[in-house]
Nanobody, 124 residues
Framework: QVQLVESGGGLVQAGGSLRLSCAASGRTFSSYAMGWFRQAPGKEREFVAAISWNGDRLYYADSKKGRFTISRDNAKNTVSLQMNSLKPEDTAVYYC?????????????????WGQGTQVTVSS
């Protein structure tokens, strides 16, 4: 069992930055790939970024490449998402998730555990 708690969301102006963090409980955190997803009002939850269990493989949704950076610290049981050059269309609830899989990390159904989400609002 893995419990995930996101933090770091908030209100930011367009062009600004935020760093989201996800703290995981459990001693097996390092065996899970981790991902970030987001869901805007009235839209489906979508993939943002993912990182392999040891951090050697990173995956990004095309529209996030160059602006978002995912990282993890297995010693601290945390995964982070650095978001730069934020746009109003980045406004959403952001979720971190843990996956026991090593492939298809951009697919929602690949994930076993989900956090409750943190709200990010980007004003124009």
């Amino acid at each position: 069992q893995v419990q995930l708690v996101e933090s770091g969301g908030g209100l930011v102006q367009a062009g600004g930055s935020l760093r989201l963090s996800c703290a995981a409980s459990g001693r097996t955190f390092s065996s899970y790939a981790m991902g970030w997803f987001r869901q805007a009002p009235g839209k489906e939850r979508e993939f943002v970024a993912a990182i392999s269990w040891n951090g050697d493989r990173l995956y990004y949704a095309d529209s996030k490449k160059g602006r978002f950076t995912i990282s993890r610290d297995n010693a601290k049981n945390t995964v982070s998402l650095q978001m730069n050059s934020l746009k109003p269309e980045d406004t959403a609830v952001y979720y971190c998730a843990a996956s026991s899989r090593v492939v298809s990390l951009w697919v929602l159904s690949s994930y076993d555990y989900w956090g409750q989400g943190t709200q990010v609002t980007v004003s124009s």
